[in-house]
């Protein structure tokens, strides 16, 4: 399918966006909140589609999965989104001249938001609510193993904004071949960011094939570093929310590294990890220690594959660090940069651990689990952002937003 009306329309869409009432943008995102509520037997019933010709032990299917329960989340997620101040407009600096000219610093919406994502159909209205109050419009590329649950999203969305005389090209969904995944990445002219949300392999894939601008999300490898000093019963608690909680999202956990001076407390530490039938990969230390405590059934000897791996699924490794510095090596060898975190009661340690590791979130004592827009305070988020530039963790609305430079004036003009 030949995409480039699409980008076109779009385009259009989002200099209409530039100027809508802000009440107006408040009641229309209320206004869908009720309509995906209302039409949640519909939803599910689209939903049930997608999940019937997906593997329910395949990792994904959580993510593809829309409950009651996870439909009035997202319901929920549209109305803070609501509630929060627009980002666009907003004088970052000003200053005038000794010429006279005005010179500030305003921030503008993008423009075009197109987003490139998996098996998460949640995606889709969190995305747009994000792009319609930040002032953008937004292509959508979803699966095709979550076709059936965009497409009556969508739907619905479009339905909203036609009550309201509203461009109902503020929002598109492209078909899910890979030949208009490829001219997303290339709509040079018309799309000004993608977003991937998913897999490595999604994100490299975007990374090599994309001409636009790309802000790298979703993949998340992470570790939690239990100390020499780490407490027993933080670090158990800690490790099975991390690892158990959701096991099929970015911020799961997927490495333990544990100080060689702690071992003997390393089984208390996974302990409960068993009871959630959590498979362990461990290399030849942690191994000898678990082997005969630990279920035979559920414990594995590491390769090297296991390290450096988002699992996804009731799955982690275990690596045995003969000092600190061994494991933030370890970390940064393996890490996606996305949450680590340290268990220990050393403030010196903790201190070091949160300056030295590289991610957009670094915790100490507490669960990676936390790496989420609504706990940041930021509301609803387009994604978790693992690079520099730009934005960097859970990205939100003001993330959505860049700025320009806006100079008044009367008449002056610069000598020669």
């Not at 980002?87 to 005005?102: D, F, M, R, T």
């Not at 995944?181 to 998913?198: E, M, T």
């Not at 094939?209 to 999300?217: M, S």
Request: include cysteine; charged fraction near 25%.
């Amino acid at each position: 399918m030949d995409c480039r009306q699409i980008f076109i329309n779009a385009q259009k869409a989002g200099r209409e966006l530039i100027n809508l009432d802000a009440g107006l943008v408040n009641r229309v995102l209320i206004a869908l909140a009720g309509e995906i509520e209302i039409n949640s037997g519909l939803i599910i019933s689209e939903n049930e589609k997608d999940l019937a010709l997906m593997d329910k032990t395949d990792p994904r299917w959580d993510r593809l999965l829309l409950s009651e329960i996870r439909i009035k989340n997202i319901a929920s997620d549209i109305r803070n989104v609501a509630g929060m101040t627009s980002p666009s407009g907003k004088v970052i600096s000003e200053y005038k001249k000794a010429n006279g000219l005005l010179i500030s610093r305003v921030t503008v919406p993008f423009g075009v938001i197109g987003v490139i994502y998996e098996a998460r159909p949640n995606v889709t209205p969190d995305v747009f609510s994000l792009c319609f109050k930040s002032g953008n419009a937004c292509v959508l590329k979803g699966g095709s193993d979550a076709i059936n649950s965009n497409l009556v999203i969508v739907k619905i969305i479009r339905e909203v904004l036609k009550k309201y005389h509203l461009n109902q090209d503020f929002i598109s969904l492209l078909p899910p071949g890979r030949e208009e995944s490829i001219q997303l990445l290339n709509a040079r002219k018309y799309v000004d960011l993608v977003i991937p949300r998913g897999s490595q392999e999604l994100i490299d894939y975007v990374r090599t094939n994309a001409t636009i601008p790309v802000i790298e999300t979703g993949a998340g490898i992470c570790h939690i570093y239990f100390d020499e000093f780490g407490d027993p019963e933080k670090g158990r608690q800690v490790i099975l929310n991390a690892k158990t909680r959701r096991v099929s999202i970015c911020n799961a956990l997927d490495c333990l590294i544990i100080h060689e001076s702690r071992t003997e407390d390393l089984y208390y530490l996974v302990e409960l990890c068993a009871g959630h039938e959590v498979i362990i990969y461990a290399d030849s230390q942690a191994y000898g220690v678990l082997d005969g405590k630990y279920p035979e059934r559920l414990l594995r000897k590491a390769t090297a594959e296991s390290f450096g791996t988002e699992f996804l699924s009731y799955k982690m490794a275990i690596k045995t660090a003969a000092s600190f510095q061994e494991a933030l090596d370890h970390i940064a060898e393996y890490s996606s940069k996305h949450s680590e975190s340290i268990i220990s009661e050393d403030s010196s340690r903790l201190e070091a651990f949160l300056a030295t590791v590289d991610a957009a979130a670094v915790y100490s004592n507490a669960s990676t689990a936390f790496t989420d827009g609504a706990e940041f305070g930021l509301g609803a988020e387009i994604g978790i952002s693992t690079q520099k530039l730009h934005a960097r963790g859970p990205m939100a609305l003001e993330a959505l937003n860049t700025y320009k430079w806006i100079i008044r004036g009367d008449g002056q003009i610069r000598p020669s």
